[in-house]
């Protein structure tokens, strides 16, 4: 057993309450500069939280078992890489070129837990950022000017809290385990045995004093993906959450499966940058994974999505027949792009002449749109004289009982199918930069009335891509590959 040395960094938790327990280590680990160590005491494995410290702090520490009960455990936390600047919580803009800074601030805001802030500094109003982060978030802020000009503005923006309102019980039989009764180091073992005697499809409800996301990780680290996570309601004095156990051999559904049931849920990977088109066959685990996003707030948007009584029910695409969706895709997607096409072409090549000596970053949105016109105008002339009749053929086929036979030289549908999947993800990979370059269709200060018609455009075209390219990549592509092979 290794000795503590007088000048140990050593925060004894078995004198806190429980639900200030990890937020006050999270605190003293991120005051830790790099090399330094932190040693924690407490009277039970702090496991849970290496699981949550992993998953919110990523692999900048180092884990060590000094001591393990059965009374005291002592665990070394030791920082690998270097510690946040004193004014971390400043962002200042100023130093940001301006291609970068409304990324760069939305990073930074999409970084916070409910309730914290950080403060803005820049040298002119960032009103048109307020507008923008309004569209994008809706009323999950508060805007607060520190120091308004006229050379340097501050503005501190702070998430809210959002508290979920408390779901119904749909019978009186609910499984309800009240943890907040239960003796701390005895809390996640208790947990854990009540989640085993689940069945496939059954559900157990804890009930906490403080959010028990630690116990998500670990969930999610010892028992694999075998569970869906709902919270029901947030504090601040009650959590509860509804944790079911999926069915047996029950995987996730990947982002593009969810789309396709319910498209109202597109809005929600599009607000974390979730691609559910071209990306569509990742989980949402492993797309939040790839980009750092907290899963569990994106589950719970997700589940909430279809709870709002303001949000239209979205046209039934997954219930279609393939002939019928095809003319849809043809009439209404194919209709509005090569419409759109014209003008894309033509202004983005007219903004980057006029704008391009002080904006040079639209001399590459302008190549790469009209790499975009150019491959979607070839694009849809293959859909439409190939591989649609294909489609129209295989329905065809089955609506009469007969076996359908090849169409022309092609022996499957799938040949033509891999090749429209590649140029959407061309296509969409451009989009993508487009988006990245203009800073999310920031308009600068010297923007005239057609480089706002430019980013108004591709804006527009961006998101009828998505379900343009959802719609076939999720829908009928996967539908006409299984009907072919029938």
Not at 21 to 44: A, M, W, Y
Not at 71 to 76: A, I, S
Not at 151 to 172: R, S
Not at 452 to 476: A, C, Q, R
Request: proline share 5%.
């Amino acid at each position: 057993m290794e000795t503590a040395l007088e000048d140990e960094n050593i925060l004894n938790v078995t004198l806190l309450e429980p639900k200030l327990k990890h937020p006050t280590i999270f605190v003293r680990f991120d005051e830790l500069i790099s090399g330094e160590s932190l040693i924690l005491h407490n009277d039970h494995d702090p496991k849970p939280l290496y699981y949550e410290l992993s998953a919110e702090r990523g692999d900048i520490f180092i884990w060590e078992y000094l001591e393990q009960g059965p009374e005291l455990w002592k665990v070394k936390i030791t920082k690998k890489k270097e510690a946040t600047k004193e004014d971390e919580n400043v962002l200042d803009a100023t130093l940001l070129h301006p291609a970068i800074k409304h990324a760069t601030i939305f990073n930074r805001f999409d970084t916070l837990k409910p309730g914290e802030h950080f403060i803005l500094q820049n040298d002119h109003d960032p009103r048109p950022l307020r507008f923008q982060l309004e569209n994008i978030h809706g009323n999950t802020f508060q805007w607060e000017y520190l120091e308004q000009g006229p050379e340097i503005f501050k503005i501190k923006i702070t998430k809210n809290n959002l508290v979920q309102p408390e779901e119904k019980k749909e019978n009186g039989t609910e499984n309800i385990l009240n943890v907040t009764a239960i003796e701390p180091k005895l809390k996640h073992p208790t947990i854990f045995v009540k989640f085993d005697e689940l069945k496939a499809g059954e559900s157990l409800t804890i009930h906490n004093d403080h959010d028990p996301k630690p116990l998500y990780y670990q969930l999610l680290g010892e028992r694999g993906n075998i569970f869906t996570w709902e919270y029901l309601e947030q504090g601040p004095k009650l959590w509860r959450v509804k944790i079911s156990k999926r069915p047996a051999g029950a995987a996730d559904e990947t982002l593009g499966e969810i789309a396709a049931k319910d498209l109202r849920k597109a809005e929600v990977f599009k607000k974390y940058g979730l691609d559910f088109c071209c990306g569509g066959k990742k989980t949402v685990k492993e797309a939040c994974a790839e980009k750092g996003i907290d899963v569990t707030k994106v589950e719970q948007e997700l589940q909430n999505s279809d709870k709002s009584s303001f949000t239209a029910r979205p046209l039934p695409y997954n219930d279609w027949n393939l002939d019928f969706l095809a003319d849809y895709i043809v009439n209404t997607h194919h209709s509005y792009v090569k419409k759109t096409i014209p003008d894309l072409k033509n202004y983005a090549e007219k903004v980057a002449k006029v704008h391009g000596a002080h904006h040079p970053e639209l001399l590459q949105i302008n190549k790469l749109a009209q790499e975009v016109c150019d491959e979607m105008s070839s694009h849809m002339v293959k859909e439409e004289t190939v591989l649609f009749p294909y489609v129209k053929q295989l329905v065809a086929a089955k609506n009469s009982g007969n076996a359908h036979a090849k169409f022309g030289n092609l022996e499957s549908v799938e040949t033509p199918i891999n090749m429209m999947e590649m140029e959407h993800e061309v296509v969409g990979n451009n989009m993508d930069e487009i988006r990245k370059i203009s800073n999310n269709y920031a308009l600068p200060e010297d923007a005239c009335a057609s480089y706002s018609f430019l980013f108004k455009t591709l804006d527009e075209f961006e998101n009828d891509l998505h379900i343009h390219v959802h719609l076939e990549n999720n829908i009928l592509f996967p539908k006409a590959l299984d009907l072919d092979k029938n």
